[in-house]
């Protein structure tokens, strides 16, 4: 154990140095915003890979929670029709980093919409409705509350064909990087509880390294959940 801590040490070192290097700076500089470093091909390969999956067209309308510098929300423009994606996050700083991707890759044409927001985008998004929404290792860090207000407006956001994918840790996954009061450990059967209150049900679909989720990194064993509405609701 001390040696692989030794080793990971080590290499969050090396990988520190290409913050001096002129043609890497960027590229590090995005990393350390989402974390970890060294891995934003990978994870952004991964996050393409698991909505298609699930069946993410691209003609449909993909609202990415948590979006942040837009490590797999590059690839989700790319993939998706003209103006098809939506990106929300709560950091400015990650949204702007995100407007520069979106010039950098030349993907103005595409014309993605990126907003801050503290409500999951509920106050900006106007009246849009989506066919997928896309919440990556989010929900470990939601008490019961936040829950409750993010499928308050998944409920209201997701068109009845519709479907949402997020994760929550593995049974026996390592808390210790949570900051205290730790929320809930949660379980698929906890998260359907809180979801069916607001018409939505949930199935959990396998752990995320079946999606081609990097299997050195530890999160591998987080659980792919889809959430879909059971129930008509008025908009």
């Given at each position: ?34 974390g970890p470093l060294g891995f934003w091909d990978e994870l ?192």
């Amino acid at each position: 154990m001390q040696l692989i801590r030794a080793l990971k040490s080590i290499r969050r070192r090396v990988y520190g140095l290409r913050a001096f290097v002129p043609g890497l700076r960027r590229r590090h500089y995005l990393e350390a915003l989402v974390g970890p470093l060294g891995f934003w091909d990978e994870l952004q390969a991964y996050q393409l890979t698991a909505v298609k999956r699930l069946g993410l067209a691209p003609n449909h309308r993909l609202l990415d929670l948590g979006c942040g510098p837009l490590q797999g929300g590059e690839a989700f423009v790319r993939y998706l029709a003209p103006n098809r994606y939506v990106g929300v996050d709560h950091w400015p700083e990650v949204i702007a980093a995100g407007h520069e991707q979106i010039s950098r890759c030349k993907l103005e044409e595409k014309n993605p919409l990126l907003f801050v927001s503290t409500t999951f985008g509920d106050v900006e998004l106007g009246d849009r409705t989506f066919d997928f929404i896309w919440a990556s290792q989010m929900l470990c860090y939601f008490d019961e509350a936040t829950m409750h207000r993010l499928f308050d407006t998944v409920s209201r956001r997701l068109d009845p064909g519709g479907m949402m994918a997020c994760d929550i840790l593995g049974p026996a996954a390592d808390r210790s990087f949570l900051r205290a009061p730790l929320p809930p450990a949660h379980t698929p059967q906890s998260v359907d509880a809180i979801a069916k209150t607001h018409g939505l049900s949930v199935v959990a679909r396998g752990t995320i390294q079946d999606y081609d989720y990097p299997r050195r990194l530890g999160l591998r064993t987080n659980l792919l959940l889809t959430v879909t509405p059971t129930a008509p609701r008025e908009r």
